[in-house]
């Protein structure tokens, strides 16, 4: 096909920019209430950081949600999973880990972050065909059901590795802060920031560039129209919640490292979270998500620092101001 | 049929059920004396009014709330702060009610209007948040509520069980205070658990009906579904937070783990599913039934544990231990939405399988 | 002359509310057939019935011969059934391009396609790259309608293609609709513009409370002013 030239574009419909605008601002704002300048280039890149973690986690729910009005409550329990079945790879081979070498820490690090998204994604094919599709278009049931999955894929974990919080060591040569000056940025948390910038880049790359990205965005907007041209939704729904599930997977592994251990409660930590991001950021729009990622981890890192007492109600009220502001959230996609 | 509102069990087996349930409830202190058997009972009662507060949101105006807890934990809470700060006197508890009750009514209402300013949809989440966000709160603000460990208080001279009314001679137990408060709070569960049942059943339960069927045209009729959706909302939350008020009564004491955690909100969903979305008897049946099998199937979970790891079966023994008693709720919950969305008062009454 | 599609007594519930009751038509090939009726008739419900986007409870509905009432939306559209649905549905978040990008099904865009296309659609080409949601009403049109014949279809199935469109614009997409009967497509077109519907149509179909209560030559309605009263009340006539 020939590429055809807009002969007169119409004038270009003003970019929504005011959400994106808000992490900047509140990130400036915190400047003179934090005081020292290190401890707020430490703050903020933890939040980006976190922000990130958090946004790989929730990237898969929004999307499910905007293609087919599916809520999974169980969405958590991927999170668990994931970061679960990445123990079953770093501590066998923990001598690898704390190996002195970035190489081999990778070997081991690599391959346990793929086969947590591999066993998550397959889950998440398990869980559409047994705990969603059944259910589909009824609300009410599609809640009760995936909380049902929540409890008992929290209540597998416990059976299966104890009720013990399990450690789970960073790798020796993600240990550390690089120090610029006085002010001393974490390895990790800089890595976790660069997986999450690669993987929205990736998901925007898809979203817009490819067939199967189009027809995502469409399916958010209208699936009965999708349908109508002839495209078969459920097997792409099916896909994005395998993907979003490995996501899900992927970010359970991080957040473990993160906090450097695991529990089975960390579904339901991160469900809350989760929500509160994908609630601000609008149903089924990957920008608003990665923004409200970044808002919500704001919100806990400089509130923990400043009102410590009140990291989780903090970002209620986050989430009561944005939806005050815009009802459907920062981005609102779905016509529905 | 005035007492049950025009809406009786419309089944032999069901109507036989009911009444087997309350007059066991009813002689419970007699037949089956012992402190485990009367807790049993009384959380039978106090469960019951909670889900049938909960039925009327999920099961007459379709929308899923994860808060109710949180209106359970202020009743239970406002009890035990003010018995614990007031000291054990009746003033205590009428400022526990008036303290109470209004607070739970406020949040309701914020989270009502709050919640119909944005997408319906939103509701599940937004409750979720708003109920995980009071369980820190609660557990963080300890001076108050005594954190973690929560409050142990004392009940006013008349319920506590020192306070003897009919000695041994009579029935071979004492008739004391803490048989008094069990009739007091069986009474009152049972007054809620009515209330509610004329609540559905007057032109109000009927809107909301309608709302739930299909709320686009509800509102094309000219009802003002969110006044309607908003007034459910705060009737729901009264009765819960009067549950927790009784529960805390019985158990002198609240915590976390007895009124505000999330397990008992998966409890109480379970409970409306099992017994019947949008029946309010099923509140009654759901609550007797997981009540009885929490308490004695876990007995039976724990023998069978030992049997399987005396066998050296593997996993089965993890997978069976007691602990482990939420993974086959889970299982048992997901099984009956899937096979029976309209609960045992739905099988009983043989209706066709509702939609919605 | 051989029916491309056929009902037989098809019956469409919508909740418990029963709103097709029996609908029995055919739509010869080839031919333009207009369905016309009340508001609330039962028309769109018709169409969706035909798409698979809602279930006909009963009866049958075949495609050149085979039956399609069990087939899944997409099943139906890839035998070739082209449906511009009455809320035009374009992809606001998309743009022009990728609207019909995605509309044809079978590959890239054919460039003698979309020509032929821009012929009768000028704005669509003068806004290409634009996002679909910035159109006007009319251009949003348009773009429902190109996506339907972007690719040869077997059957086309529009709603109300006219709907609140100005006059001048109704004007041209009545042209745009000739044109595309010209090249052999079988339409299926509901109409509330008697006009239009006199200048496009071959066969009618009226429809009241969910039955067809009147089927025959457009030409025989039009000359007919008592029937055409009788069957669809004056608010017709207005249009004329
Ligand atoms: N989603 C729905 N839920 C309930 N009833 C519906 C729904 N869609 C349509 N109906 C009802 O079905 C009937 C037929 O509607 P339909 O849209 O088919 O009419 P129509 O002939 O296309 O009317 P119009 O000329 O106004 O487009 C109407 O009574 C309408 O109220
Ligand atoms: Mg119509």
Same mark, same amino acid.
């Given at each position: 096909?020939?590429?055809?030239?807009?002969?007169?574009?119409?004038?270009?419909?003003?970019?929504?920019?005011?959400?994106?605008?808000?992490?900047?601002?509140?990130?400036?704002?915190?400047?003179?209430?934090?005081?020292?300048?290190?401890?707020?280039?430490?703050?903020?890149?933890?939040? =980006?950081?976190?922000?990130?973690?958090?946004?790989?986690?929730?990237?898969?729910?929004?999307?499910?949600?905007?293609?087919?009005?599916?809520?999974?409550?169980?969405?958590?329990?991927?999170?668990?999973?994931?970061?679960?079945?990445? $123990?079953?790879?770093?501590?066998?081979?923990?001598?690898?880990?704390?190996?002195?070498?970035?190489?081999?820490? =990778?070997?081991?690090?690599?391959?346990?972050?793929?086969?947590?998204?591999?066993?998550?994604?397959?889950?998440?094919?398990?869980?559409?065909?047994?705990?969603?599709?059944?259910?589909?278009?009824?609300?009410?049931?599609?809640?009760?059901?995936?909380?049902?999955?929540?409890?008992?894929?929290?209540?597998?974990?416990?059976?299966?590795?104890?009720?013990?919080?399990?450690?789970?060591?960073?790798?020796?040569?993600?240990?550390?802060?690089?120090? =610029?000056?006085?002010?001393?940025?974490?390895?990790?948390?800089?890595?976790?920031?660069?997986?999450?910038?690669?993987?929205?880049?990736?998901?925007?790359?898809?979203?817009?560039?490819?067939?199967?990205?189009?027809?995502?965005?469409?399916?958010?907007?209208?699936?009965?129209?999708?349908?109508?041209?002839?495209?078969?939704?459920?097997?792409?729904?099916?896909?994005?919640?395998? $993907?979003?599930?490995?996501?899900?997977?992927?970010?359970?592994?991080?957040?473990?490292?993160?906090?450097?251990?695991?529990?089975?409660?960390?579904?339901?930590?991160? $469900?809350?979270?989760?929500?509160?991001?994908?609630?601000?950021?609008?149903?089924?729009?990957?920008?608003?998500?990665?923004?409200?990622?970044?808002?919500?981890?704001?919100?806990?890192?400089?509130?923990?620092?400043?009102?410590?007492?009140?990291?989780?109600?903090?970002?209620?009220?986050?989430?009561?101001?944005? =939806?005050?502001?815009?009802?459907?959230?920062?981005?609102?996609?779905?016509?529905? | 049929?005035?007492?049950?509102?025009?809406?009786?069990?419309?089944?032999?087996?069901?109507?036989?059920?009911?009444?087997?349930?309350?007059?066991?409830?009813?002689?419970?202190?007699?037949?089956?004396?012992?402190?485990?058997?009367?807790?049993?009972?009384?959380?039978?009662?106090?469960?019951?009014?909670?889900?049938?507060?909960?039925?009327?949101?999920?099961?007459?105006?379709?929308?899923?709330?994860?808060?109710?807890?949180?209106?359970?934990?202020?009743?239970?809470?406002?009890?035990?702060?003010?018995?614990?700060?007031?000291?054990?006197?009746?003033?205590?508890?009428?400022?526990?009610?008036?303290?109470?009750?209004?607070?739970?009514?406020?949040?309701?209402?914020?989270?009502?209007?709050?919640?119909?300013?944005?997408?319906?949809?939103?509701?599940?989440?937004?409750?979720?948040?708003?109920?995980?966000?009071?369980?820190?709160?609660?557990?963080?603000?300890?001076?108050?509520?005594?954190?973690?460990?929560?409050?142990?208080?004392?009940?006013?001279?008349?319920?506590?069980?020192?306070?003897?009314?009919?000695?041994?001679?009579?029935?071979?137990?004492?008739?004391?205070?803490?048989?008094?408060?069990?009739?007091?709070?069986?009474?009152?569960?049972?007054?809620?658990?009515?209330?509610?049942?004329? &609540?559905?059943?007057?032109?109000?339960?009927?809107?909301?009906?309608?709302?739930?069927?299909?709320?686009?045209?509800?509102?094309?009729?000219?009802?003002?579904? &969110?006044?309607?959706?908003?007034?459910?909302?705060?009737?729901?939350?009264?009765?819960?937070?009067?549950?927790?008020?009784?529960?805390?009564?019985?158990?002198?004491?609240?915590?976390?783990?007895?009124?505000?955690?999330?397990?008992?909100?998966?409890?109480?969903?379970?409970?409306?599913?099992?017994?019947?979305?949008?029946?309010?008897?099923?509140? &009654?049946?759901?609550?007797?039934?997981?009540?009885?099998?929490?308490?004695?199937?876990?007995?039976?979970?724990?023998?069978?544990?030992?049997?399987?790891?005396?066998?050296?079966?593997?996993?089965?023994?993890?997978?069976?231990?007691?602990?482990?008693?939420?993974?086959?709720?889970?299982?048992?919950?997901?099984?009956?939405?899937?096979?029976?969305?309209?609960?045992?008062?739905?099988?009983?009454?043989?209706?066709?399988?509702?939609?919605? | 002359?051989?029916?491309?599609?056929?009902?037989?007594?098809?019956?469409?519930?919508?909740?418990?509310?029963?709103?097709?009751?029996?609908?029995?038509?055919?739509?010869?090939?080839?031919?333009?057939?207009?369905?016309?009726?009340?508001?609330?008739?039962?028309?769109?419900?018709?169409?969706?019935?035909?798409?698979?986007?809602?279930?006909?409870?009963?009866?049958?509905?075949?495609?050149?011969?085979?039956?399609?009432?069990?087939?899944?939306?997409?099943?139906?559209?890839?035998?070739?059934?082209?449906?511009?649905?009455?809320?035009?549905?374009?992809?606001?978040?998309?743009?022009?391009?990728?609207?019909?990008?995605?509309?044809?099904?079978?590959?890239?865009?054919?460039?003698?396609?979309?020509?032929?296309?821009?012929?009768?659609?000028?704005?669509?080409?003068?806004?290409?790259?634009?996002?679909?949601?910035?159109?006007?009403?009319?251009?949003?049109?348009?773009?429902?309608?190109?996506?339907?014949?972007?690719?040869?279809?077997?059957?086309?199935?529009?709603?109300?293609?006219?709907?609140?469109?100005?006059?001048?614009?109704?004007?041209?997409?009545?042209?745009?609709?000739?044109?595309?009967?010209?090249?052999?497509?079988?339409?299926?077109?509901?109409?509330?513009?008697?006009?239009?519907?006199?200048?496009?149509?071959?066969?009618?179909?009226?429809?009241?409370?969910?039955?067809?209560?009147?089927?025959?030559?457009?030409?025989?309605?039009?000359?007919?002013?008592?029937?055409?009263?009788?069957?669809?009340?004056?608010?017709?006539?207005?249009?004329?």
């Amino acid at each position: 096909m020939s590429e055809i030239v807009a002969t007169d574009a119409l004038p270009k419909p003003k970019r929504d920019i005011a959400p994106l605008l808000l992490p900047l601002v509140l990130a400036l704002l915190m400047i003179p209430l934090v005081g020292s300048p290190s401890s707020w280039v430490t703050l903020t890149v933890a939040s =980006l950081a976190m922000g990130m973690m958090i946004f790989i986690m929730a990237s898969g729910l929004t999307l499910v949600f905007g293609l087919m009005d599916v809520l999974n409550f169980g969405h958590g329990a991927f999170i668990a999973v994931g970061a679960y079945v990445a $123990t079953l790879v770093l501590l066998p081979l923990a001598s690898w880990a704390q190996a002195d070498s970035l190489l081999i820490n =990778l070997a081991v690090l690599v391959p346990a972050a793929l086969l947590s998204m591999g066993v998550t994604g397959a889950l998440g094919l398990v869980v559409e065909r047994v705990l969603v599709l059944p259910v589909y278009g009824q609300h009410l049931k599609q809640i009760l059901m995936t909380t049902g999955g929540l409890i008992v894929a929290e209540q597998t974990l416990y059976a299966l590795f104890g009720p013990q919080i399990i450690p789970m060591p960073l790798p020796a040569a993600l240990r550390g802060s690089f120090i =610029l000056g006085d002010v001393a940025i974490s390895k990790y948390r800089l890595l976790a920031l660069l997986i999450g910038l690669v993987i929205f880049v990736a998901i925007e790359l898809v979203l817009n560039r490819t067939k199967i990205g189009l027809l995502i965005r469409a399916g958010v907007e209208n699936r009965e129209m999708v349908e109508a041209l002839g495209y078969r939704i459920r097997r792409l729904f099916l896909g994005v919640f395998m $993907t979003g599930s490995a996501l899900a997977g992927l970010g359970g592994v991080m957040w473990g490292l993160y906090r450097e251990q695991v529990h089975a409660s960390i579904g339901d930590e991160l $469900t809350v979270l989760v929500f509160i991001v994908v609630i601000i950021g609008g149903l089924g729009s990957i920008t608003g998500c990665f923004i409200g990622a970044i808002l919500v981890a704001m919100v806990a890192n400089y509130g923990g620092f400043l009102v410590p007492k009140l990291a989780l109600v903090s970002n209620i009220l986050l989430m009561v101001a944005v =939806l005050m502001w815009r009802p459907r959230g920062l981005y609102a996609v779905t016509s529905r | 049929m005035m007492i049950l509102s025009g809406d009786p069990p419309r089944s032999r087996a069901l109507s036989i059920l009911l009444v087997v349930i309350l007059l066991a409830l009813l002689a419970t202190p007699f037949v089956f004396p012992g402190a485990k058997a009367l807790n049993v009972a009384a959380k039978i009662c106090i469960f019951a009014a909670l889900v049938a507060s909960y039925d009327l949101l999920l099961g007459y105006t379709g929308s899923v709330s994860f808060a109710h807890t949180m209106f359970y934990g202020i009743g239970s809470y406002a009890i035990a702060i003010a018995l614990y700060g007031l000291g054990p006197s009746w003033t205590s508890v009428a400022v526990a009610v008036v303290a109470g009750l209004p607070l739970a009514l406020l949040l309701a209402l914020a989270i009502g209007l709050f919640s119909l300013r944005v997408e319906a949809i939103f509701f599940a989440m937004i409750t979720l948040a708003v109920a995980s966000a009071f369980l820190v709160l609660a557990s963080q603000l300890s001076w108050l509520t005594g954190g973690e460990d929560g409050r142990s208080f004392q009940l006013p001279e008349l319920l506590r069980p020192g306070t003897v009314f009919i000695g041994k001679e009579w029935f071979g137990f004492p008739i004391n205070g803490r048989i008094l408060t069990y009739y007091l709070v069986l009474s009152a569960c049972a007054l809620m658990v009515l209330a509610l049942l004329r &609540v559905v059943n007057s032109p109000f339960g009927r809107v909301l009906q309608a709302i739930r069927e299909n709320r686009f045209r509800a509102e094309a009729l000219g009802y003002r579904t &969110v006044f309607h959706l908003t007034y459910a909302n705060c009737i729901a939350a009264m009765v819960a937070a009067c549950a927790g008020m009784l529960n805390a009564l019985w158990l002198r004491y609240a915590g976390p783990d007895t009124s505000l955690a999330f397990s008992i909100m998966l409890d109480i969903l379970l409970m409306v599913v099992i017994g019947g979305m949008g029946t309010i008897y099923g509140a &009654v049946i759901g609550a007797a039934i997981f009540i009885l099998a929490q308490n004695y199937l876990q007995a039976l979970m724990s023998i069978a544990s030992t049997a399987a790891s005396e066998a050296g079966l593997p996993l089965l023994p993890g997978l069976l231990h007691p602990d482990r008693w939420l993974l086959w709720l889970g299982l048992l919950f997901i099984a009956s939405v899937y096979f029976f969305p309209t609960g045992v008062v739905g099988r009983l009454r043989g209706k066709p399988a509702a939609k919605h | 002359m051989s029916a491309l599609l056929k009902l037989t007594g098809v019956e469409t519930y919508i909740g418990r509310y029963h709103i097709l009751q029996g609908v029995d038509f055919e739509v010869p090939e080839g031919q333009t057939t207009m369905l016309l009726g009340r508001n609330g008739a039962g028309k769109t419900t018709t169409l969706r019935t035909i798409m698979g986007l809602w279930e006909a409870k009963s009866g049958s509905i075949s495609l050149a011969g085979e039956p399609i009432e069990k087939l899944s939306t997409p099943d139906i559209a890839q035998r070739g059934v082209g449906y511009v649905p009455e809320s035009m549905a374009v992809f606001s978040d998309l743009t022009v391009k990728e609207n019909l990008v995605l509309a044809a099904r079978n590959g890239p865009l054919d460039d003698a396609q979309l020509a032929w296309i821009f012929g009768f659609f000028p704005a669509l080409k003068k806004f290409w790259l634009s996002r679909a949601g910035s159109l006007s009403g009319g251009q949003k049109q348009m773009l429902s309608i190109a996506r339907a014949i972007v690719e040869p279809r077997k059957l086309l199935l529009i709603d109300e293609p006219t709907k609140g469109l100005a006059p001048a614009i109704v004007m041209s997409l009545i042209e745009c609709l000739k044109e595309i009967k010209r090249r052999g497509a079988t339409i299926l077109l509901v109409e509330q513009n008697f006009h239009a519907a006199r200048e496009l149509g071959d066969q009618v179909l009226v429809m009241d409370n969910g039955t067809i209560v009147h089927r025959g030559e457009m030409a025989a309605l039009a000359a007919d002013v008592p029937l055409q009263e009788r069957l669809l009340g004056l608010s017709l006539e207005a249009h004329q």
